[in-house]
């Protein structure tokens, strides 16, 4: 792909929520984007709405990126602070006949809107203050009404080439004439987001494609203001698995909540920057130095994507099985110290037990707190057995099996799982029972759990004294059903 040159491109957040997928995905395409093409990224906060934002929501969405490992070369820029810049635009579409004051209240708007739709009436506003006379905007302003800014659409038609969903266009009498300035000063996100890419000589817009209609408002800003738009590039939608819009109830829908859960920053930058992109073959496990050779915005498609919750965990879990046993480690530790199972001074102590845990956990890992769900007997004695595997391994028929186990398992000297493997097959055999029927009844005996690492990595690091203990207790436990 040939380099652009000059390449500059921003992710603007808004501080009224946590850094969710769809905008995680946006500012990976364009860091993405940036690197490839050497350019910078650059981050600006759209904090204009004062009241819901939240200097706690800031950090979420900083803390959000750094953890993906989307470095920024400049900003963070907060709107908040550049509001006489956006002023100075207002002034000149209002002093070129672009622009100007209205003074309808929102129960007025809302009436109007309300009585268009009754009446099957285009819902739009009406141009009411485009001619107000002198007398009558004396008398609204001595009613203390606020006044917005509204922006005068032109005839015409508005059109604009977008990098992936080709040339779109739209009838200017379809687009009403939008505020650009509310009544207390304040820019609306149209009217900022000009000035701003403007200012800042952003090259190539890249975000969602729920923009679309924005878009056509901003490049008649362009036009008016006499400046050059950058390019655009609309993203695809994400959808859950059911074709609706991506919510709470497809899974977490921040990038702080997969964080916390276990996802690792690898997996993560993977898994979304395979949202709406491919890079032209079957490959999905990618490295961040692949996905940014191959990527281009070109191969973004333009239909909406799927966020499937069940294959990002199996991608990390890819990802997990593929790391360092030590790496494993330091990443699971916080958890078990989160859990009260081990303190600062004791990991020294015990980081051969714990390596070894991490070895047998590890390929059956999809996130990292599955390391706490699927090791917590090796911390905690059995309180409780999995009621569904009560029902079909713990029968009388068990406690023979189990009593004669023990017998067996007090004589051994070796407790390596590599014995361990054959004294259970070989007691088996004799018995005249099927492997299967002595290790399930031993794994729900010793872990409380029908599923789990392999039954002999289990036993190796419960080790001999514990292993026929919790034996004992579960025969008293059949004993008693």
């Known amino acids: 792909m040939k380099k652009i040159e000059n390449v500059r491109v921003r992710i603007a957040p808004s501080p009224t929520g946590f850094l969710h997928v769809g905008t995680a995905r946006a500012a990976l395409y364009n860091w993405i984007f940036a690197r490839k093409h050497n350019g910078s990224f650059i981050l600006r906060v759209e904090d204009t709405d004062l009241k819901r934002s939240s200097k706690e929501m800031i950090e979420s969405i900083l803390e959000g990126l750094r953890w993906l490992g989307l470095d920024w070369d400049e900003g963070p820029f907060f709107q908040s602070e550049r509001l006489a810049i956006y002023r100075q635009y207002t002034e000149r579409l209002l002093k070129d006949g672009k622009a100007y004051y209205c003074y309808c209240t929102p129960q007025e708007l809302a009436e109007r809107r309300e009585s268009a739709k009754s009446e099957k009436r285009d819902v739009k506003y009406d141009r009411r203050c485009l001619g107000l006379i002198d007398n009558e905007r004396k008398r609204f302003e001595s009613e203390n009404r606020g006044r917005a800014l509204r922006f005068f659409i032109p005839e015409g038609e508005t059109a604009f080439q977008d990098i992936i969903h080709g040339e779109i266009k739209k009838k200017n009498r379809d687009i009403e004439d939008f505020v650009i300035m509310k009544s207390d000063g304040t820019p609306t996100y149209n009217l900022a987001v000009v000035v701003d890419d403007h200012e800042m000589a ?121 790391m360092d046993n030590e790496d494993v480690l330091k990443a699971v530790i916080p958890l078990l110290k989160g859990e009260g199972w081990i303190d600062e001074g004791a990991i020294e102590q015990k980081r051969t037990f714990l390596l070894h845990l991490v070895a047998a956990l590890k390929p059956r890992m999809r996130k990292l707190t599955d390391f706490v769900k699927y090791s917590v007997y090796f911390f905690k004695d059995v309180d409780a057995y999995e009621p569904k595997g009560v029902k079909k391994h713990f029968a009388e028929k068990t406690l023979v099996l189990l009593e004669a186990l023990i017998e067996k398992l007090e004589e051994l000297t070796d407790f390596s799982k590599e014995h361990l493997e054959h004294v259970l097959r070989e007691f088996a055999e004799k018995r005249n029972v099927k492997p299967a029927q002595v290790i399930h009844p031993v794994r729900l005996a010793v872990s409380g759990m029908t599923v789990g690492p392999g039954i002999f990595d289990i036993l190796e690091i419960l080790g001999k004294e514990c292993v026929i203990n919790r034996l004992t207790k579960a025969i008293k436990y059949i004993k008693v059903l």
């Open 202 to 322: 952003v090259t190539h817009t890249i975000r969602g494609d729920d923009h679309i209609s924005n878009t056509m408002k901003q490049v008649l800003l362009y036009n008016a203001l006499s400046i050059s738009a950058p390019r655009f590039a609309h993203l695809p939608l994400i959808l859950g698995k059911d074709r609706s819009k991506l919510s709470k109830r497809h899974g977490a829908v921040s990038v702080s909540q997969y964080r916390d859960e276990g996802f690792l920053s690898d997996a993560m930058f993977n898994f979304l920057a395979l949202l709406g992109w491919n890079p032209g073959d079957n490959r999905e496990i990618m490295s961040r130095e692949e996905i940014l050779e191959q990527f281009s915005l070109e191969r973004v498609s333009k239909t909406s994507a799927v966020f499937d919750q069940q294959k990002l965990e199996w991608m990390n879990g890819e990802y997990i099985s593929k």
